[in-house]
């Protein structure tokens, strides 16, 4: 007895994320500043609050090399380091 379940003829359609998905860097185009934010976060026990030179300069290597949308650094957690104002905390 043959109990083949057939469900359809959809088919899955992938789409990508709305946003966090970018391209690899396959040349290493900003490797040193990769390995640069590594090394912090190894060196401060893996407390990112210490590093957050280390992946602003990261992020502005992708975003100038086009390995990621350009975005403000602002709307990604960098304004006390853009202009020196500390960021809100809170949620709004």
Do not use: I
Not at 10 to 39: I, V
């Amino acid at each position: 007895m043959s109990t083949a379940m057939n469900f359809g003829t959809k088919s899955f359609q992938p789409r990508p994320p709305d946003k966090g998905s970018f391209p690899l860097d396959h040349f290493g185009e900003c490797k040193t500043f990769k390995e640069k934010f590594m090394k912090c976060l190894r060196d401060s026990n893996f407390e990112n609050a210490a590093c957050r030179s280390e992946s602003k300069a990261y992020l502005e290597c992708r975003m100038e090399r086009q390995l990621m949308a350009r975005q403000p650094l602002g709307k990604l957690g960098f304004r006390d380091l853009v202009d020196g104002q500390p960021e809100a905390k809170g949620g709004s």
